[in-house]
């Protein structure tokens, strides 16, 4: 094939892309937070609609939702319900 070279990860693992297919992307990567209807300084938390000063929002890399401290899992860096996803991935990855 002429042209276009996909960049090929081969330390990718299958379980990882199992896992990408489970994930339901809300947002593009780099598209903001949803703003505060009511303070307008303010961004709402994706998973918990709750708003937060845009500086407490985090994106996450799978599904593309901002999320809070209170919704943010520091071990996987995702927010909480793609952590949930990894973990059940993780756990019947053993093969
Ligand atoms: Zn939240
Ligand atoms: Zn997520």
Known sequence: ??????????????RFRE??????VMRKQ??????????????MCD???TPHP??????CVL???????????DEYYTCKSCAGLIKIHS???RE
Request: positive net charge.
């Open 1 to 14: 094939m002429p042209g276009r070279e996909a960049p090929k990860s081969n330390d990718a693992p299958d």
């Open 91 to 93: 756990m019947k990855g």
């Open 19 to 24: 896992l990408k297919k489970e994930i339901v």
């Open 54 to 59: 845009v500086s407490e929002l985090r994106q």
């Open 30 to 43: 780099g598209e903001p937070p949803v703003k505060d209807p009511h303070t307008f300084a303010q961004y």
């Open 63 to 73: 599904c593309g939702r901002w999320a809070c401290e209170a919704c943010w899992k």
């Open 47 to 49: 998973l918990c609609s």
